[in-house]
């Protein structure tokens, strides 16, 4: 350790110390530096340590007064009251003066006072020997003066010893630690360690001071307090790689309401209205009643026909009445599809490539593989040559730049898609992951909408395909509420994100 | 989707092969099925809701021996006239029923858990659940009289339910019974219920239940079917699915029932078995398909998958359509059918050029230009429930709404939020054991109503939570946020109801509030059980982006 490095602790004391000439006690430099004496102690021991300092033990001669001397002190001594009756009485007998102070109350006093020659016995009557009425005030004196602690003269001491022997005052010897200062070293450590650093400031670098200074070294290998990043969520990373993917290959990304119409999410896409999936089970209802459709009239007329008798469609419909008031209803949607269905409705020049991503709801019990919302994507296709051999094309094409080479199909039902198909991809070590539902939009889909070239879609839900890639094997850790964890498996899944 | 279970060896023997069940599992899955062997005498399979004939081994069976070529084309149902006969009365509440008879039929005891499962199938799936169609199945022979009627009984009138032994009053049946509870609210009407009547006997309660005095038997070989509905093409359609499926039995028979409706006289024979004729245009299977298919695959296909053809010219085909086909609708249907026959995984995997330009929307654009900056400002990104709990409660502010949601899954979603500082506030509270501070952020969508209307908006929320917090500490950041963005920001004075009064500012730019900013109320933070002080912000990305948007066009 450097003995020039001081802490400011250290260098108060150590100024103090110099400053008394010669040594100097702890009580002193408390209550100079006001600080306690356990803490002075210390840093005693650290400048001794780094040879500033010197302590040195010395005994001294303590002079108190006893529980007799402290009494006489405040109540007079017994020869005091001596005197003092014989200074108002004039001479007393012996008998006279121990009925008023005790038997041995006069024994004490009159012990005292003939011995200085204060008084005489002369028969049987006590005389007051004016002259040496002194000898009492000096006795008095000292012990008033080692009661405050003030100096002893050489000259009181032999009356001290007098003092002692009657049992008014006691003699001790005291330890004392005394600090003196080790000259010119202190000095110097004092005058250095004010050009010691803790931080490098710009004041010091810009005046050239650092050349002068001694920059306090730091305990490089302790563990530095905590901080935290700011970091993107996880999910949202992989969101928007998928995005960038279908950006580059053509689409563009559109959005619509998450609160939706029944009319958008199903009798446009041909879902017939009494369609298991329009039950309870699989929709949210909104508490909300519409007061008209965002659709135009002849949308809404158009989706009466095909429903009720395929319109020119070409086809023969689902029969019956089809019902505004049912198509009227708010839910939250349920597919993506509901997007892409207000999309082709707005009428987009062919060729055309769209993609949706955002939430969609189903009533699901939440469990480690299902939520009751959850991200999904939908993407659409429309040109006067597309075909469903294009559209497995295009999926295809989108996997590979996922990095997933290996697609499987297999023939699949949906009520808006005609031939339909759902996707299989490998993912190791999961083996065939089933990702996508997809097909070419059936011919009544595009007659409601207006649209007339074929057109593809597919769908996804991006939750489980988010698992299946980043390796997170329950759901609900994706909306984990911990950021503690969202902390971590952002680090563990890093290099699989960028 | 519906999952069924088959016996193997009974499939089998329908079929007329031994499939081994990796054969089986292949062909399956041309059908849009996945299947799983159980236990080597069953199998699982998943079948699409779109097709009811496979829900039972003789559907099964039909359709594989097409994909096999042990017998293609039409299936031809063998008729003939029935003795019996159903009166058909006004039944308001379900007013529609076929009736059908099939004789020399061969259940044994797996083909009857069969029939009953396929029942169950349909009753769900085309019957919704059972509120449009229901089925009856008897025992021909236990029908107490060939005469039949359809009418509405008093719920004081008696029968005996399947299962009971005992006669039991209709009004007991709906209310005692199982099936009573599950579906006698379905068709009662003004104190009475449909029934079918022979011989002064009830024989069926539709939708609800059939008598125990009809009961089928594992070797019953003659059968009434009865399908009651709302929908009169679904409950005709039905029967005929039914009968055709069981006329697969070698040496069945489907007797045509005649009905008479009262009180019109009107006289038809069930089952129909009414076919369709579709036409197709060749050159749109190539086109829709996108790939060059020969003609006479077309034809063979369509035939492989069990369809008949009436009229073939060049550039087109008649295809007839079988009775249990219930799910083709349009020629796009056979399209698939044809390429399901063909195979998925044959038809080339073409990569169309098409000239488009990608692009994200521009709400897309400025969430990530905030997302970098807040990373930044060392905010974490979290992602909560647009479903939120109670809570939502704390943060309408003056006439809105909070939209409900009817059948939400649990308390804790029941409403849509009404802001994202809701959801940042909602994921603190679980995260007062972290670090302080702690600060969050979150882009995403929410929704309330004001007045009549719904407002459906997407924003960007960022939470500050630490032990001791100034208004500045929120302040400072989302400022840096706005300047970078290069908006020149200004602070109004604001009341928000979530916010401290005195400590809440509007967020303006160019005279256009666009958010929110300020110390979360202590009633709120105690409220939702938050320990610490909580600074929030809210900006309207539809707002902000229209404004940057501007702003870069003009410059």
């Known amino acids: 350790m450097d003995k020039f490095q001081l802490s400011d602790n250290e260098k108060k004391l150590l100024s103090v110390i110099i400053s008394v000439p010669g040594d100097v006690g702890i009580d002193y430099l408390s209550k100079i530096t006001g600080l306690p004496e356990s803490t002075i102690n210390a840093i005693i021991e650290l400048l001794k340590s780094k040879g500033l300092v010197r302590e040195e033990i010395s005994y001294k001669i303590v002079y ?58 002369k028969g049987d009557t006590i005389v007051l020997n004016k002259e040496k009425l002194e000898e009492i005030s000096s006795d008095r004196e000292i012990l008033k003066i080692i009661n405050e602690g003030g100096s002893i003269t050489l000259d009181m001491e032999k009356k001290i010893e007098v003092l002692i022997r009657r049992g008014l005052v006691k003699k001790e010897l005291k330890k004392e630690r005394r600090i003196r200062a080790e000259l010119p070293l202190a000095k110097l450590a004092l005058e250095r360690s004010s050009e010691v650093l803790v931080k490098l400031t710009s004041y010091i670098l810009t005046t050239g001071n650092w050349r002068n200074t001694i920059i306090k070294e730091y305990n490089v290998e302790a563990l530095p307090p905590k901080i935290n990043p700011g970091l993107p969520h996880f999910y949202i990373l992989f969101i928007e790689r998928i995005k960038d993917i279908l950006k580059s290959l053509g689409f563009t990304e559109v959005s619509g309401p998450i609160v939706e119409s029944e009319f958008w999410n199903f009798d446009v896409l041909f879902q017939a209205q009494d369609h298991p999936s329009r039950e309870i089970h699989d929709t949210f209802w909104v508490d909300y009643y519409l007061k008209s459709l965002d659709a135009s009239e002849e949308i809404i007329e158009r989706t009466r026909t095909v429903h009720e008798t395929g319109g020119k469609s070409g086809g023969r419909g689902w029969g019956g009445f089809w019902k505004l008031e049912n198509a009227m209803r708010t839910i939250l949607r349920t597919q993506m599809t509901s997007v892409s269905a207000r ?38 296709i429309g040109d006067e040559n597309m075909s469903f051999s294009g559209l497995l094309g295009a999926i295809t094409e989108f996997f590979e730049k996922m990095g997933l080479k290996e697609v499987r199909f297999k023939p699949a039902y949906f009520p808006f898609t005609e031939p339909s198909v759902e996707g299989y991809v490998k993912i190791e070590p999961l083996g065939w992951v089933e990702v996508f539902g997809a097909g070419m939009f059936r011919p009544e889909v595009l007659e409601i909408v207006g649209t007339n070239v074929p057109v593809g879609a597919w769908g996804m839900g991006l939750d489980r395909l988010a698992m299946a ?24 899944k890093l290099f699989k994100l960028i | 989707m519906p999952v069924i279970y088959l016996n193997i060896e009974r499939l089998n023997n329908l079929v007329g092969e031994k499939l081994t069940y990796e054969k089986l599992d292949n062909l399956l899955f041309s059908l849009k099925s996945e299947s799983k062997v159980l236990d080597g005498s069953r199998v699982e399979v998943e079948v699409n809701s779109d097709r009811p004939d496979l829900f039972v081994s003789e559907g099964m069976a039909r359709a594989l021996k097409g994909l096999l070529e042990i017998e293609e084309g039409l299936f031809q149902p063998k008729t003939k006239e029935s003795e019996y006969s159903a009166r058909i009365f006004e039944v308001l509440s379900r007013p529609y029923i076929a009736v059908g008879v099939l004789k020399g039929i061969e259940l044994g005891e797996e083909g009857l858990k069969e029939l009953i499962q396929f029942q169950e199938k349909l009753h769900i799936t085309v019957g919704r659940k059972r509120k449009k169609v229901a089925i009856g199945i008897h025992d021909l022979r236990k029908i107490p009289d060939k005469k039949l009627e359809y009418t509405m009984i008093s719920l004081d009138m008696e029968m005996i339910p399947l299962g009971s032994k005992t006669k039991m009053k209709i009004k007991d049946v709906l209310k005692e019974t199982e099936q009573g509870r599950s579906y006698g609210e379905i068709s009662v009407l003004g104190g009475a219920h449909p029934a079918i009547i022979s011989g002064g006997e009830i024989i069926s309660l539709p939708p609800v239940i059939n008598s125990e ?18 929908d009169r093409d679904s409950v005709i359609k039905t029967l005929d699915l039914i009968c055709s499926l069981l006329n697969e039995h070698k040496n069945s028979i489907i007797e045509k029932v005649k009905i008479i409706e009262q009180p019109t006289e009107v006289i038809r024979q069930d089952p129909p078995l009414a076919r369709s004729e579709v036409s197709l245009q060749k050159n749109y299977v190539k086109k829709i398909l996108g790939f060059d298919i020969r003609n006479e695959d077309i034809v063979h296909h369509l ?58 929307d521009h709400l897309s654009t400025i969430s990530r230009a905030i997302r970098l900056l807040l990373i930044g400002l060392a905010f974490q990104e979290i992602q909560s429930f647009v479903m939120m709990g109670t809570h939502a409660e704390l943060f309408r502010t003056g006439n809105q709404k909070l939209l409900k949601i009817k059948n939400p899954v649990s308390e804790e979603m029941g409403w849509v939020r009404p802001n994202l500082a809701s959801s940042l506030l909602t ?12 600060k969050i952020f979150e882009i995403g969508d929410y929704a309330y109503q004001i007045g009549e209307k719904i407002t459906q908006k997407k924003s960007v929320a960022l939470a500050i939570m630490k032990d001791e917090l100034s208004f500045e500490e929120i302040q400072a950041p989302l400022y840096s946020l706005l300047s970078s963005l290069g908006l020149e920001v200004k602070f109004r004075r604001d009341s928000i109801s979530y916010l401290l009064e005195g400590r809440a500012a509007k967020v303006i730019v160019n005279d256009i509030p666009i958010g929110i900013v300020g110390e979360v109320h202590p009633y709120v933070l105690t409220s939702m059980g938050i320990k610490y002080p909580v600074g929030i912000a809210e900006l309207d990305l539809d707002t902000l982006s229209n404004i940057i948007a501007r702003k870069q066009s003009s410059s």
């Open chain 2, 303 to 360: 035939l492989r998958m069990r369809f008949g053809i009436s009229k073939e010219k060049d550039d087109s085909l008649d295809a007839i359509i079988p009775e249990y086909r219930v799910d083709i609708m349009h020629p796009i249907d056979l399209v698939e059918e044809i390429a399901m026959a063909y195979g998925y995984n044959r038809i080339p995997v073409k990569i169309l050029s098409l000239k488009t330009e990608g692009s994200l």
């Open chain 1, 343 to 380: 999309t082709l409705a707005s009428n987009p020049k062919p060729p055309f490539k769209f993609f949706a991503i955002g939430k969609v709801f189903r009533p699901d019990l939440i469990d480690s593989r299902h939520l009751p919302e959850f991200y999904q994507l939908d993407a659409i």
């Open chain 2, 427 to 438: 994921f603190l509270i679980e995260n007062q054991h972290a670090e302080l501070p702690l």
């Open chain 1, 469 to 492: 890639l980043l390796g997170i094997d329950d759901i609900r850790k994706l909306y984990s509420k911990d950021v503690n964890y969202l902390r971590r498996v952002f680090s563990e």
């Open chain 2, 213 to 230: 005095i009809t009961r089928v038997e594992p070797d019953s070989r003659e059968l009434l079917i009865d399908v009651t509905g709302t």
């Open chain 1, 64 to 121: 108190t007064l006893t529980e007799e001397g402290k009494k006489a002190l405040s109540e007079g001594l017994p020869e005091e009251k001596l005197t003092s009756l014989l200074l108002v009485h004039g001479p007393l007998s012996l008998s006279a003066v121990e009925a008023k102070l005790g038997k041995k109350e006069l024994q004490i006093a009159l012990g005292a006072a003939r011995k200085r020659g204060i008084v005489e016995i």
